[in-house]
């Protein structure tokens, strides 16, 4: 383990520490910044347990779904110049997108999760998440799960094809090479979306999870045992990119904009930090955001998910189900806070009161569906080190 800390967040070093000697974890970096200065710079760990390669300073990894937040800020950047607005229907820039009653789908519907096309109901072969056009072609095909707007559920690979699309068409360049191009290059922070080649070095590939008991809940229920519902899709229907893909070249050189974005915990806070400097983005915790557009919220019932999920402008606001359906299963964060974790328990956030910014990503995945111990630990820590209320168990959200 290695890294710089200040001295008042001793606290975090000791939680991250005991990630490595409690908690299974491989390999692993933290950055927290406050008030856009690092006050938390920490790695350590195995990047490669195949060939027992270090995880140095500059190690990057694939943080699933915590690129989602990645896509939001390409979504922002185009609100903000007026080429998009939330309230605009997706079809005003896609036309072939309102077929099968999704006219009435907007902007905003996307970025809340309630547009109604979590998954695809047609069957996905092998390799079919790296073609861009038969996946936006397969969604824009499709009927929605539900009325759109009227419920919503996690889109757990639709949002990054079908925002993509969006940006490429505005924008006339992918969602990736916009994010490299107005994001992440100006301001000199590692993340890609669709990794350049002289990158690969870099990269810790995923590892086999964290063994252990497997907590039954609804979702993992029905993704068993119900065939053809929206958790089964999810589960069974999203391609072999999560299991064969996602340590390959081709698997980090296609652009999975939901998923497959490659970043460290430095990346992620950097990103975050650069977030707050849009007064429209850092009021999306807020619970009347008073920003030049106003976002939809989505809180309650999950379709997806099947528990209780929040979401604003295209990132996780504090969510908690961990009370009835164990660890795993919240992302414990402040209040007016708002972030992404990834799947196996990477996150990033940010919390404007605090003018607080952090990034943790891993190799080694953990259980649930959202953040697993090691995570939430550290994020525990962060605020306990800034004088802060720990985000308790069951004080954002209830059961369902």
């Not at 902007?107 to 936006?136: K, T």
């Not at 009927?143 to 969006?166: A, D, K, N």
């Not at 000199?188 to 080649?197: E, H, R, T, Y």
Request: proline share 7%; aromatic share 8%; net charge negative.
């Amino acid at each position: 383990m290695r890294g710089v800390v200040d001295p008042a967040f001793a606290a975090v070093t000791e939680e991250f520490g005991r990630n490595f000697a409690e908690r299974g974890e491989v390999g692993a970096s933290l950055h927290v910044l406050l008030d856009g200065k690092p006050v938390v710079d920490l790695w350590g760990g195995v990047a490669d347990p195949e060939t027992g390669r270090a995880w140095e300073q500059d190690t990057v990894s694939v943080v699933f779904s915590a690129t989602k937040a990645a896509v939001a800020l390409c979504v922002h950047r185009l609100l903000a110049s007026g080429d998009l607005h939330e309230d605009m229907p997706v079809a005003q820039v896609w036309p072939e997108f309102a077929a099968n009653g999704k006219g009435d789908i907007t902007i905003g519907m996307l970025l809340n999760h309630s547009a109604g096309i979590p998954v695809l109901r047609e069957p996905l072969g092998s390799g079919m998440l790296e073609d861009w056009e038969f996946m936006v072609g397969r969604i824009a095909d499709q009927m929605p799960f539900w009325r759109p707007g009227e419920q919503h559920g996690y889109h757990p690979v639709t949002f990054g094809y079908v925002l993509g699309e969006v940006v490429r068409r505005v924008a006339g360049s992918t969602v990736g090479k916009f994010f490299a191009s107005e994001i992440a290059g100006p301001q000199g922070f590692d993340f890609w979306i669709g990794l350049p080649p002289e990158i690969e070095p870099r990269v810790a590939p995923i590892v086999e999870g964290i063994a252990g008991q497997v907590t039954t809940t609804p979702f993992l229920d029905a993704a068993v045992h119900q065939r053809g519902s929206i958790p089964n899709l999810f589960v069974f229907n999203s391609g072999n990119w999560a299991r064969a893909g996602v340590n390959t070249r081709a698997g980090r050189a296609a652009e999975i904009p939901a998923a497959n974005g490659v970043t460290n915990g430095k990346g992620l806070a950097q990103m975050y930090a650069s977030a707050l400097e849009d007064p429209a983005v850092r009021s999306l915790g807020e619970s009347e955001p008073s920003s030049a557009h106003e976002m939809p919220t989505s809180d309650g019932f999950d379709a997806t998910l099947l528990m209780r999920t929040r979401f604003r402008g295209g990132f996780m606001l504090s969510m908690d189900s961990g009370a009835h359906l164990g660890p795993g299963h919240s992302m414990r964060i402040g209040s007016k806070a708002f972030g992404h974790c990834g799947s196996g328990g990477s996150i990033g956030f940010a919390d404007p009161e605090l003018g607080l910014s952090v990034g943790y990503t891993m190799n080694k995945q953990g259980p649930g569906t959202l953040l697993n111990e090691r995570g939430q630990s550290l994020v525990d820590a962060i605020y306990r080190s800034l004088g802060q209320p720990v985000p308790t168990p069951g004080a954002t959200t209830a059961a369902i």
